[in-house]
Protein backbone atom coordinates (compact mmCIF):
# COMPACT_ATOMS: atom_id res chain seq x y z
CA UNK A 1 0.00 0.00 0.00
CA UNK A 2 3.19 2.17 1.06
CA UNK A 3 4.60 1.94 -2.59
CA UNK A 4 1.53 2.25 -4.46
CA UNK A 5 0.78 5.45 -3.13
CA UNK A 6 3.80 6.78 -3.26
CA UNK A 7 3.70 5.76 -6.56
CA UNK A 8 0.50 7.70 -7.91
CA UNK A 9 2.13 10.95 -5.49
CA UNK A 10 4.92 10.93 -7.96
CA UNK A 11 3.07 10.67 -10.74
CA UNK A 12 0.76 13.59 -9.52
CA UNK A 13 3.90 15.41 -9.00
CA UNK A 14 5.40 15.03 -12.31
CA UNK A 15 2.20 15.73 -14.31
CA UNK A 16 1.98 18.82 -12.23
CA UNK A 17 5.20 19.50 -12.62
CA UNK A 18 5.54 18.91 -16.53
CA UNK A 19 2.03 19.52 -17.27
CA UNK A 20 0.24 21.86 -15.28
CA UNK A 21 -2.74 22.48 -17.03
CA UNK A 22 -2.70 18.64 -18.09
CA UNK A 23 -1.79 17.57 -21.50
CA UNK A 24 -1.92 20.22 -24.46
CA UNK A 25 -0.84 17.91 -27.35
CA UNK A 26 -2.18 14.29 -29.08
CA UNK A 27 1.33 12.70 -27.96
CA UNK A 28 1.31 13.62 -24.53
CA UNK A 29 -2.56 13.13 -23.97
CA UNK A 30 -2.53 9.44 -25.46
CA UNK A 31 0.81 8.91 -23.44
CA UNK A 32 -0.89 9.86 -20.11
CA UNK A 33 -3.57 7.56 -20.91
CA UNK A 34 -1.07 5.10 -21.16
CA UNK A 35 0.82 5.97 -18.23
CA UNK A 36 -2.15 6.43 -15.84
CA UNK A 37 -3.67 2.88 -16.87
CA UNK A 38 0.12 1.53 -15.86
CA UNK A 39 0.19 3.23 -12.84
CA UNK A 40 -3.04 1.77 -11.22
CA UNK A 41 -2.51 -1.67 -13.17
CA UNK A 42 1.06 -1.60 -10.53
CA UNK A 43 -1.31 0.04 -7.88
CA UNK A 44 -3.90 -2.44 -7.86
CA UNK A 45 -2.03 -5.41 -8.37
CA UNK A 46 0.19 -4.32 -5.15
CA UNK A 47 -2.70 -3.84 -2.74
CA UNK A 48 -5.02 -6.52 -4.00
CA UNK A 49 -7.18 -4.59 -3.49
CA UNK A 50 -10.37 -2.73 -5.36
CA UNK A 51 -9.70 -0.22 -2.92
CA UNK A 52 -7.01 0.92 -4.85
CA UNK A 53 -9.78 2.57 -7.76
CA UNK A 54 -10.43 5.38 -5.05
CA UNK A 55 -6.81 5.07 -3.35
CA UNK A 56 -4.70 5.69 -6.40
CA UNK A 57 -6.67 8.75 -8.12
CA UNK A 58 -7.33 10.48 -5.05
CA UNK A 59 -4.12 10.41 -4.33
CA UNK A 60 -2.61 11.62 -7.79
CA UNK A 61 -5.27 14.31 -7.76
CA UNK A 62 -3.81 15.58 -4.46
CA UNK A 63 -0.03 15.76 -5.38
CA UNK A 64 -1.22 17.06 -8.96
CA UNK A 65 -3.34 19.83 -7.28
CA UNK A 66 -0.51 20.81 -4.59
CA UNK A 67 2.57 21.00 -7.31
CA UNK A 68 0.63 23.00 -9.80
CA UNK A 69 -0.68 25.21 -7.13
CA UNK A 70 1.79 27.96 -9.11
CA UNK A 71 -0.24 27.85 -11.93
CA UNK A 72 -2.53 30.83 -12.89
CA UNK A 73 -5.87 31.11 -14.86
CA UNK A 74 -9.46 30.26 -14.48
CA UNK A 75 -9.19 26.61 -15.65
CA UNK A 76 -6.58 25.60 -12.70
CA UNK A 77 -7.68 28.49 -10.00
CA UNK A 78 -9.93 27.96 -6.96
CA UNK A 79 -13.42 26.07 -8.15
CA UNK A 80 -16.29 27.90 -8.59
CA UNK A 81 -19.15 26.49 -9.99
CA UNK A 82 -22.01 28.67 -8.92
CA UNK A 83 -20.95 31.20 -12.38
CA UNK A 84 -21.12 29.43 -15.71
CA UNK A 85 -17.59 30.34 -16.67
CA UNK A 86 -16.64 28.74 -13.21
CA UNK A 87 -18.74 25.53 -13.85
CA UNK A 88 -17.19 25.73 -18.05
CA UNK A 89 -13.60 26.50 -16.39
CA UNK A 90 -14.00 23.15 -14.39
CA UNK A 91 -15.23 21.15 -17.13
CA UNK A 92 -12.77 22.26 -19.63
CA UNK A 93 -9.98 22.12 -17.40
CA UNK A 94 -10.22 19.45 -14.19
CA UNK A 95 -13.46 17.42 -15.54
CA UNK A 96 -11.20 16.52 -18.88
CA UNK A 97 -8.03 15.56 -17.16
CA UNK A 98 -9.71 13.69 -15.27
CA UNK A 99 -10.87 11.57 -18.04
CA UNK A 100 -6.90 11.13 -19.40
CA UNK A 101 -5.92 10.85 -16.00
CA UNK A 102 -8.45 9.56 -13.03
CA UNK A 103 -10.59 7.06 -14.72
CA UNK A 104 -7.42 5.73 -16.41
CA UNK A 105 -5.51 5.09 -13.04
CA UNK A 106 -9.05 3.69 -11.45
CA UNK A 107 -9.53 1.33 -14.39
CA UNK A 108 -6.22 0.11 -14.59
CA UNK A 109 -6.13 -0.40 -10.34
CA UNK A 110 -9.54 -2.70 -11.04
CA UNK A 111 -7.54 -4.81 -13.70
CA UNK A 112 -4.25 -5.16 -11.99
CA UNK A 113 -6.24 -5.93 -8.13
CA UNK A 114 -8.42 -8.47 -10.41
CA UNK A 115 -5.37 -9.98 -12.07
CA UNK A 116 -3.02 -10.23 -8.25
CA UNK A 117 -6.68 -11.92 -7.19
CA UNK A 118 -7.72 -13.70 -10.02
CA UNK A 119 -6.47 -17.61 -8.63
CA UNK A 120 -7.98 -17.34 -5.01
CA UNK A 121 -11.53 -15.16 -6.04
CA UNK A 122 -12.37 -16.99 -9.17
CA UNK A 123 -15.38 -18.78 -8.03
CA UNK A 124 -16.01 -22.78 -8.46
CA UNK A 125 -19.62 -22.53 -8.00
CA UNK A 126 -22.61 -21.44 -9.33
CA UNK A 127 -24.81 -18.24 -7.78
CA UNK A 128 -25.12 -14.63 -6.80
CA UNK A 129 -20.81 -14.58 -6.40
CA UNK A 130 -20.09 -15.84 -9.95
CA UNK A 131 -22.47 -13.81 -10.97
CA UNK A 132 -21.11 -10.45 -9.59
CA UNK A 133 -17.88 -11.71 -10.73
CA UNK A 134 -19.02 -11.37 -14.45
CA UNK A 135 -20.74 -8.04 -13.85
CA UNK A 136 -17.42 -6.49 -12.82
CA UNK A 137 -15.46 -7.96 -15.70
CA UNK A 138 -18.13 -7.09 -17.97
CA UNK A 139 -18.13 -3.57 -16.19
CA UNK A 140 -14.81 -3.35 -16.35
CA UNK A 141 -14.60 -4.65 -20.17
CA UNK A 142 -17.65 -2.10 -20.86
CA UNK A 143 -14.68 1.04 -19.38
CA UNK A 144 -11.56 -0.27 -21.18
CA UNK A 145 -13.23 -0.41 -24.81
CA UNK A 146 -14.81 3.40 -23.91
CA UNK A 147 -11.14 4.04 -22.91
CA UNK A 148 -9.92 3.04 -26.10
CA UNK A 149 -12.66 4.81 -27.81
CA UNK A 150 -11.80 7.71 -26.18
CA UNK A 151 -7.87 7.32 -27.05
CA UNK A 152 -8.93 6.93 -30.81
CA UNK A 153 -11.27 10.37 -30.84
CA UNK A 154 -7.87 11.64 -29.09
CA UNK A 155 -5.25 10.25 -31.86
CA UNK A 156 -7.57 11.97 -34.78
CA UNK A 157 -5.29 14.54 -36.66
CA UNK A 158 -6.04 17.84 -37.40
CA UNK A 159 -6.18 18.79 -40.75
CA UNK A 160 -7.31 20.89 -43.47
CA UNK A 161 -9.33 20.13 -47.22
CA UNK A 162 -7.26 20.78 -50.25
CA UNK A 163 -9.10 23.54 -52.33
CA UNK A 164 -10.38 21.78 -55.73
CA UNK A 165 -11.11 22.75 -58.74
CA UNK A 166 -13.88 22.00 -60.93
CA UNK A 167 -12.49 18.79 -61.97
CA UNK A 168 -12.03 17.88 -58.36
CA UNK A 169 -8.74 17.96 -58.15
CA UNK A 170 -6.33 20.33 -55.76
CA UNK A 171 -5.91 23.43 -58.00
CA UNK A 172 -1.60 23.50 -58.98
CA UNK A 173 -1.50 26.92 -57.41
CA UNK A 174 -3.38 26.43 -54.32
CA UNK A 175 -2.51 26.22 -50.59
CA UNK A 176 -4.35 24.41 -48.05
CA UNK A 177 -2.15 23.97 -44.76
CA UNK A 178 -1.90 23.95 -41.13
CA UNK A 179 1.49 25.04 -39.78
CA UNK A 180 3.35 26.76 -37.21
CA UNK A 181 5.90 29.76 -37.07
CA UNK A 182 8.24 29.39 -33.96
CA UNK A 183 8.68 32.69 -32.32
CA UNK A 184 10.97 33.44 -29.08
CA UNK A 185 11.38 29.93 -28.40
CA UNK A 186 7.04 28.84 -29.48
CA UNK A 187 5.79 27.07 -32.01
CA UNK A 188 2.46 29.62 -33.48
CA UNK A 189 -0.38 27.92 -35.58
CA UNK A 190 -1.43 29.13 -38.62
CA UNK A 191 -3.97 28.17 -40.93
CA UNK A 192 -3.24 29.02 -44.21
CA UNK A 193 -5.35 28.69 -47.37
CA UNK A 194 -5.94 30.20 -50.99
CA UNK A 195 -6.68 29.49 -54.42
CA UNK A 196 -3.20 30.57 -55.60
CA UNK A 197 -0.23 31.17 -53.63
CA UNK A 198 0.25 34.85 -55.83
CA UNK A 199 -2.59 36.32 -54.82
CA UNK A 200 -2.35 39.24 -52.12
CA UNK A 201 -1.68 37.90 -48.31
CA UNK A 202 -4.12 38.29 -45.57
CA UNK A 203 -3.39 38.02 -42.02
CA UNK A 204 -6.43 37.61 -39.82
CA UNK A 205 -6.43 37.81 -35.62
CA UNK A 206 -9.21 36.78 -33.66
CA UNK A 207 -11.02 38.81 -31.15
CA UNK A 208 -10.69 37.81 -27.00
CA UNK A 209 -8.07 38.00 -26.15
CA UNK A 210 -7.73 34.07 -26.23
CA UNK A 211 -10.04 33.54 -29.04
CA UNK A 212 -9.14 31.46 -31.80
CA UNK A 213 -11.59 31.45 -35.30
CA UNK A 214 -10.17 28.60 -37.23
CA UNK A 215 -14.04 27.06 -37.26
CA UNK A 216 -15.53 30.55 -38.09
CA UNK A 217 -12.76 31.11 -40.98
CA UNK A 218 -13.88 27.52 -42.70
CA UNK A 219 -17.16 27.76 -42.43
CA UNK A 220 -17.87 31.84 -43.25
CA UNK A 221 -14.95 32.83 -44.92
CA UNK A 222 -14.03 30.97 -47.73
CA UNK A 223 -15.14 33.17 -50.31
CA UNK A 224 -11.87 35.37 -49.51
CA UNK A 225 -9.70 32.62 -50.03
CA UNK A 226 -10.41 33.02 -53.63
CA UNK A 227 -8.83 36.19 -53.81
CA UNK A 228 -6.07 35.89 -50.89
CA UNK A 229 -4.22 33.94 -49.24
CA UNK A 230 -5.80 33.62 -46.37
CA UNK A 231 -4.00 33.17 -42.63
CA UNK A 232 -5.62 32.67 -39.58
CA UNK A 233 -3.13 33.34 -36.65
CA UNK A 234 -3.93 31.54 -33.18
CA UNK A 235 -2.43 33.60 -30.97
CA UNK A 236 -0.29 32.34 -28.03
CA UNK A 237 -1.99 30.04 -25.71
CA UNK A 238 -5.22 29.96 -27.90
CA UNK A 239 -6.29 26.93 -30.39
CA UNK A 240 -3.55 25.33 -32.15
CA UNK A 241 -1.51 27.57 -29.91
CA UNK A 242 -2.56 26.37 -26.56
CA UNK A 243 0.61 24.54 -25.71
CA UNK A 244 2.34 27.68 -25.60
CA UNK A 245 0.78 29.41 -23.13
CA UNK A 246 3.11 28.59 -20.49
CA UNK A 247 4.69 30.41 -18.89
CA UNK A 248 2.23 32.71 -18.02
CA UNK A 249 3.80 35.57 -16.75
CA UNK A 250 6.08 36.19 -20.28
CA UNK A 251 2.50 36.82 -21.95
CA UNK A 252 2.06 40.15 -22.28
CA UNK A 253 0.67 42.76 -24.62
CA UNK A 254 4.18 43.91 -25.82
CA UNK A 255 4.76 39.89 -26.82
CA UNK A 256 1.84 39.63 -28.21
CA UNK A 257 2.22 42.08 -30.70
CA UNK A 258 5.68 40.95 -31.26
CA UNK A 259 4.45 37.46 -32.43
CA UNK A 260 1.86 39.35 -34.94
CA UNK A 261 4.86 41.47 -36.31
CA UNK A 262 7.01 38.35 -36.78
CA UNK A 263 4.08 36.46 -38.06
CA UNK A 264 3.78 39.08 -40.76
CA UNK A 265 7.47 39.03 -41.73
CA UNK A 266 7.14 35.19 -42.12
CA UNK A 267 3.88 35.63 -44.67
CA UNK A 268 5.92 38.20 -46.34
CA UNK A 269 8.72 36.66 -47.45
CA UNK A 270 7.31 32.76 -47.95
CA UNK A 271 4.50 34.55 -50.45
CA UNK A 272 7.39 37.06 -51.79
CA UNK A 273 5.23 40.28 -50.59
CA UNK A 274 6.39 43.24 -50.27
CA UNK A 275 3.20 43.78 -48.04
CA UNK A 276 0.56 41.72 -46.52
CA UNK A 277 -3.38 42.95 -45.41
CA UNK A 278 -4.10 42.75 -41.61
CA UNK A 279 -7.78 41.78 -40.55
CA UNK A 280 -8.67 41.95 -37.09
CA UNK A 281 -11.86 41.42 -34.82
CA UNK A 282 -12.54 42.80 -31.49
CA UNK A 283 -9.38 42.39 -29.51
CA UNK A 284 -7.92 41.06 -32.88
CA UNK A 285 -8.38 45.10 -34.58
CA UNK A 286 -7.07 46.45 -31.11
CA UNK A 287 -3.62 44.01 -31.68
CA UNK A 288 -3.77 44.87 -35.18
CA UNK A 289 -3.52 48.85 -34.57
CA UNK A 290 -0.84 48.32 -32.19
CA UNK A 291 0.93 46.11 -34.90
CA UNK A 292 0.41 48.70 -37.72
CA UNK A 293 1.57 51.13 -34.95
CA UNK A 294 4.50 49.09 -34.18
CA UNK A 295 5.29 48.54 -37.71
CA UNK A 296 3.67 50.00 -40.82
CA UNK A 297 5.71 49.33 -43.43
CA UNK A 298 4.50 45.49 -43.20
CA UNK A 299 0.98 46.38 -44.34
CA UNK A 300 -1.01 47.50 -47.25
CA UNK A 301 -3.77 48.11 -45.47
CA UNK A 302 -5.42 47.47 -42.02
CA UNK A 303 -9.22 46.05 -41.67
CA UNK A 304 -10.79 46.61 -38.25
CA UNK A 305 -14.06 44.76 -37.45
CA UNK A 306 -16.12 45.06 -34.46
CA UNK A 307 -13.44 47.65 -33.68
CA UNK A 308 -12.26 48.07 -30.27
CA UNK A 309 -10.83 51.70 -29.06
CA UNK A 310 -10.99 51.88 -25.37
CA UNK A 311 -11.48 48.64 -23.29
CA UNK A 312 -12.24 50.26 -20.21
CA UNK A 313 -14.87 52.38 -21.61
CA UNK A 314 -16.82 49.73 -23.19
CA UNK A 315 -16.89 47.95 -20.38
CA UNK A 316 -17.73 50.81 -18.58
CA UNK A 317 -20.73 51.52 -20.30
CA UNK A 318 -22.17 47.57 -20.82
CA UNK A 319 -22.12 47.87 -17.26
CA UNK A 320 -24.79 50.74 -17.91
CA UNK A 321 -26.40 49.48 -19.99
CA UNK A 322 -26.40 45.86 -18.13
CA UNK A 323 -27.75 47.44 -15.05
CA UNK A 324 -30.35 49.71 -16.49
CA UNK A 325 -31.48 46.79 -18.83
CA UNK A 326 -31.55 44.67 -15.44
CA UNK A 327 -33.57 47.19 -13.36
CA UNK A 328 -36.07 47.27 -16.26
CA UNK A 329 -36.53 43.48 -16.17
CA UNK A 330 -36.97 43.36 -12.90
CA UNK A 331 -34.00 40.92 -12.41
CA UNK A 332 -33.18 42.17 -8.87
CA UNK A 333 -30.19 39.33 -8.43
CA UNK A 334 -28.64 40.81 -11.43
CA UNK A 335 -29.05 44.20 -10.29
CA UNK A 336 -27.45 43.21 -7.05
CA UNK A 337 -24.55 41.61 -8.15
CA UNK A 338 -24.00 44.53 -10.39
CA UNK A 339 -23.99 47.26 -7.26
CA UNK A 340 -21.91 45.23 -5.33
CA UNK A 341 -19.01 44.82 -8.21
CA UNK A 342 -19.49 48.05 -8.98
CA UNK A 343 -17.85 49.55 -12.47
CA UNK A 344 -15.05 47.70 -13.68
CA UNK A 345 -12.05 47.86 -14.20
CA UNK A 346 -12.41 44.85 -11.85
CA UNK A 347 -9.13 42.95 -9.86
CA UNK A 348 -10.93 39.70 -9.50
CA UNK A 349 -11.61 38.75 -13.05
CA UNK A 350 -14.47 37.04 -12.49
CA UNK A 351 -16.37 39.96 -12.07
CA UNK A 352 -16.08 40.45 -15.94
CA UNK A 353 -18.80 37.96 -16.60
CA UNK A 354 -21.23 39.18 -14.47
CA UNK A 355 -20.79 42.73 -16.37
CA UNK A 356 -20.27 41.39 -19.69
CA UNK A 357 -21.71 38.29 -20.52
CA UNK A 358 -25.07 39.55 -20.88
CA UNK A 359 -24.86 41.47 -24.21
CA UNK A 360 -27.33 39.21 -26.37
CA UNK A 361 -29.72 39.87 -24.26
CA UNK A 362 -29.30 43.82 -23.55
CA UNK A 363 -28.18 44.46 -27.49
CA UNK A 364 -31.15 41.74 -28.49
CA UNK A 365 -31.46 42.27 -32.93
CA UNK A 366 -32.83 39.39 -35.09
CA UNK A 367 -29.55 36.55 -36.22
CA UNK A 368 -31.52 34.73 -38.94
CA UNK A 369 -30.81 36.40 -41.63
CA UNK A 370 -27.01 35.89 -40.98
CA UNK A 371 -24.37 33.40 -41.45
CA UNK A 372 -23.40 32.45 -38.42
CA UNK A 373 -26.23 32.76 -35.52
CA UNK A 374 -26.29 34.25 -31.87
CA UNK A 375 -24.03 31.80 -30.39
CA UNK A 376 -20.80 33.08 -31.64
CA UNK A 377 -17.96 31.88 -31.39
CA UNK A 378 -18.63 28.81 -30.17
CA UNK A 379 -20.89 27.31 -32.67
CA UNK A 380 -17.50 26.87 -35.03
CA UNK A 381 -15.39 24.86 -32.72
CA UNK A 382 -16.30 20.93 -34.37
CA UNK A 383 -14.46 21.38 -37.64
CA UNK A 384 -11.12 18.93 -38.62
CA UNK A 385 -9.08 21.54 -38.20
CA UNK A 386 -8.84 21.23 -34.26
CA UNK A 387 -7.70 18.33 -32.56
CA UNK A 388 -10.50 16.97 -30.09
CA UNK A 389 -7.63 18.18 -27.39
CA UNK A 390 -7.70 21.47 -29.21
CA UNK A 391 -11.60 22.24 -28.95
CA UNK A 392 -11.49 21.40 -25.65
CA UNK A 393 -8.73 23.77 -25.27
CA UNK A 394 -10.22 26.08 -27.08
CA UNK A 395 -12.77 26.53 -24.38
CA UNK A 396 -10.39 26.69 -21.74
CA UNK A 397 -7.76 28.98 -23.52
CA UNK A 398 -10.18 31.22 -23.99
CA UNK A 399 -10.81 32.28 -19.98
CA UNK A 400 -6.78 31.73 -19.19
CA UNK A 401 -5.34 34.01 -21.97
CA UNK A 402 -8.37 36.60 -21.02
CA UNK A 403 -7.22 36.31 -17.59
CA UNK A 404 -3.55 37.06 -18.46
CA UNK A 405 -4.21 39.54 -21.07
CA UNK A 406 -7.22 41.60 -20.36
CA UNK A 407 -5.78 43.56 -17.34
CA UNK A 408 -3.07 44.88 -19.15
CA UNK A 409 -5.46 46.54 -21.62
CA UNK A 410 -7.10 49.01 -19.54
CA UNK A 411 -4.87 51.83 -20.57
CA UNK A 412 -5.25 51.31 -24.23
CA UNK A 413 -7.28 54.18 -25.31
CA UNK A 414 -6.64 54.84 -29.49
CA UNK A 415 -8.67 58.38 -29.02
CA UNK A 416 -5.51 59.28 -27.16
CA UNK A 417 -2.98 56.73 -28.42
CA UNK A 418 -3.52 56.03 -31.97
CA UNK A 419 -4.93 59.01 -34.03
CA UNK A 420 -2.37 59.02 -36.84
CA UNK A 421 -2.01 55.41 -38.98
CA UNK A 422 0.62 55.60 -41.83
CA UNK A 423 -1.70 52.53 -43.75
CA UNK A 424 -5.17 52.84 -45.10
CA UNK A 425 -7.58 52.11 -42.62
CA UNK A 426 -11.06 50.50 -43.10
CA UNK A 427 -13.45 49.98 -40.22
CA UNK A 428 -16.44 47.23 -41.04
CA UNK A 429 -19.17 47.20 -38.63
CA UNK A 430 -22.55 45.74 -37.90
CA UNK A 431 -25.27 48.19 -37.66
CA UNK A 432 -26.60 45.95 -34.57
CA UNK A 433 -22.71 46.51 -32.88
CA UNK A 434 -23.31 47.32 -28.71
CA UNK A 435 -22.94 51.08 -28.23
CA UNK A 436 -20.53 50.62 -26.23
CA UNK A 437 -17.85 49.48 -29.01
CA UNK A 438 -20.03 51.53 -31.70
CA UNK A 439 -19.49 54.99 -30.61
CA UNK A 440 -16.19 54.69 -29.39
CA UNK A 441 -14.99 53.39 -33.00
CA UNK A 442 -16.63 56.10 -34.84
CA UNK A 443 -15.65 58.77 -32.29
CA UNK A 444 -12.27 57.52 -32.96
CA UNK A 445 -12.61 57.32 -36.72
CA UNK A 446 -13.17 60.96 -37.02
CA UNK A 447 -10.13 61.87 -34.93
CA UNK A 448 -8.63 59.17 -37.10
CA UNK A 449 -5.58 60.47 -39.92
CA UNK A 450 -4.58 58.02 -42.47
CA UNK A 451 -3.88 58.04 -45.83
CA UNK A 452 -7.25 56.59 -46.90
CA UNK A 453 -10.29 55.61 -44.44
CA UNK A 454 -13.39 54.35 -44.56
CA UNK A 455 -16.45 53.51 -42.14
CA UNK A 456 -18.41 51.02 -44.29
CA UNK A 457 -21.55 49.53 -42.14
CA UNK A 458 -23.36 46.33 -43.07
CA UNK A 459 -26.29 46.21 -42.52
CA UNK A 460 -27.80 42.52 -40.45
CA UNK A 461 -24.68 41.80 -38.34
CA UNK A 462 -23.26 43.10 -34.99
CA UNK A 463 -20.03 42.53 -33.67
CA UNK A 464 -19.10 39.59 -35.91
CA UNK A 465 -20.08 40.91 -39.54
CA UNK A 466 -16.67 38.98 -41.19
CA UNK A 467 -19.07 35.84 -40.26
CA UNK A 468 -22.20 36.73 -40.04
CA UNK A 469 -22.61 38.66 -43.60
CA UNK A 470 -19.19 36.93 -45.31
CA UNK A 471 -20.44 37.65 -48.56
CA UNK A 472 -20.53 41.50 -48.10
CA UNK A 473 -17.38 41.40 -46.09
CA UNK A 474 -15.79 39.44 -49.59
CA UNK A 475 -17.27 42.50 -50.66
CA UNK A 476 -15.73 44.69 -49.06
CA UNK A 477 -12.47 43.44 -49.41
CA UNK A 478 -12.34 43.20 -53.05
CA UNK A 479 -14.45 46.21 -54.18
CA UNK A 480 -12.99 48.95 -51.34
CA UNK A 481 -9.56 47.29 -50.20
CA UNK A 482 -8.15 45.66 -53.03
CA UNK A 483 -8.59 48.35 -55.31
CA UNK A 484 -6.79 51.36 -53.17
CA UNK A 485 -4.06 48.86 -53.48
CA UNK A 486 -3.87 49.64 -57.61
CA UNK A 487 -4.35 53.03 -57.07
CA UNK A 488 -2.03 53.96 -54.22
CA UNK A 489 1.01 55.56 -55.65
Known sequence: MVIAVLLAAAYGAAVGVTLPRGPVTTGGALTTLVVSVAVGLVAGYLTRTRWAMLIAPLVFAAAFELVRAGASGPTVDGIRLTSTYGALAFVVGRGFLALMTLAPIALGAVMGAGAARAPRTTPTSHGWSRSA???????????????????????????????????????????AELTSVEIDGHDLGLMIRGHDVDNPVLLFLAGGPGGSELGAMRRHAEGLEEDFVVATFDQRGTGRSHGELEPTDTLTLDRAVADVIEVAHHLRDRFDQEQIYLVGQSWGATLGVLAVQADPALFEAFVGVGQMVSQRETDRIFYQDTLAWAQREGDQDLVDQLTEIGPPPYDDVADYEIALSHEHQVYSYDHSANAEGQGGFSENLFVEEYTLLEQVHALGAFLDVFATLYPQLQDIDFRVDAVELDVPVYLVQGRHEARGRSELAEEWFGMLQAPHKELIVLDTSGHRPIFEQPDEFHDVMVNDVLPDRLTSP
Not at 156 to 172: K, M, N, S
Open 133 to 175: LYLRRAITATLAVALVAFGALLARPAQTEPILGVDGEPLPDSV
